[in-house]
């Protein structure tokens, strides 16, 4: 067994095709082949159901993948802490980021990963909380920026930023008269909300202290599509604080602020426990930091540095 054959694998995995894997790896097809069939006959078992198109996987070739990509992202680790011994910043580097953070957060990052990291190769995807956990958790991603806490003993939370909930209205709503918002008095039956999946959706419900079987939901993908819907339909949406710059000045004005003890959300950098990349780590925070507004960084969190 090695190095290779759990790339092979992988990759087989991913693709779901044996000639796109090779190509993926830079191997012919033929090699490919030959070096999987090897790692099977070693460890006595199929991994792979070839009879299948796209190539099917079965039980115990999951959890032997799933190992190989842990053995992986093991061996990457060791060569990352010889980097981080040089101070380097530079290499390969996958992380995710939730739908409701990254159209304001992610065109600003980019700019600042240009000019703080200019030798990282990073590849940033939008994905659900649900997906990037089980992600971070098989090694197939090493960051994500998510909505917390996730209160799971397996995953390392820095708090970023707090950001609030506000309430857009029709005009055409009761509610837009109102100065404020109180989250106890709201007709949830006009409420537009995220559809299931969105860990945006279940704070949202939260703050309501509602069930999903109580009141009539209308759902849409994303807070754009919720503001439009609101602006052609009627009735009203929540939205986090940093959506607002988007709006608007006509949009702006139908805005409303929760009453009271705000309803928030802490924004948090996840990695497994056993990141290394430390300088990487405090870089990419700080980065971060520099675009969101001072007024939602927590002071104790403002001069922090991430110790591993």
Not at 62 to 89: H, P
Not at 155 to 182: G, H, K, N, T, W
Not at 250 to 271: A, C, Y
Request: proline residues 6%; hydrophobic residues 40%.
């Amino acid at each position: 067994m090695n190095i290779q054959q759990l790339e092979y694998i992988v990759a087989v995995d991913q693709y779901r095709h044996f000639a796109r894997a090779a190509k993926h790896c830079g191997v012919s097809q033929p090699t490919l082949s030959m070096m999987i069939q090897k790692l099977e006959d070693e460890l006595g078992v199929e991994i792979f159901d070839r009879s299948r198109t796209p190539v099917g996987v079965n039980k115990v070739g999951e959890m032997i993948i799933t190992q190989a990509r842990v053995v992986l992202y093991n061996i990457k680790q060791l060569r990352e802490i010889a980097d981080s011994s040089r101070e380097s910043l530079q290499g390969d580097l996958e992380m995710s980021i939730i739908p409701t953070v990254a159209p304001y957060l992610l065109p600003k990052l980019f700019g600042e990963f240009r000019r703080r990291l200019p030798s990282l190769r990073c590849k940033v995807s939008e994905m659900k909380t649900s997906v990037i956990m089980e992600k971070l958790k098989s090694a197939e991603i090493e960051l994500a920026i998510v909505a917390t806490p996730l209160s799971d003993p397996d995953i390392l939370e820095v708090p970023l930023y707090y950001e609030r909930f506000l309430a857009y209205i029709s005009p055409s709503d009761e509610l837009y008269s109102s100065e404020y918002v109180e989250a106890s008095r709201l007709d949830y039956s006009r409420m537009w909300i995220l559809e299931e999946g969105h860990c945006f959706r279940d704070q949202i419900l939260n703050i309501c202290h509602r069930s999903l079987n109580t009141y009539q939901q209308y759902e849409a993908g994303s807070i754009e599509t919720l503001i439009n819907v609101v602006d052609e339909n009627g009735g009203f949406t929540i939205f986090p604080e940093l959506h607002l710059p988007m709006l608007s000045p006509e949009q702006q004005k139908n805005v409303r602020p929760f009453s009271g003890d705000e309803p928030r959300r802490e924004i948090s950098l996840v990695f497994r426990m056993d990141f290394v990349k430390e300088k990487l780590l405090n870089t990419i925070v700080s980065s971060i930091k520099s675009i969101i507004p001072q007024n939602m960084i927590d002071p104790r969190l403002s001069k922090m540095r991430v110790k591993l």
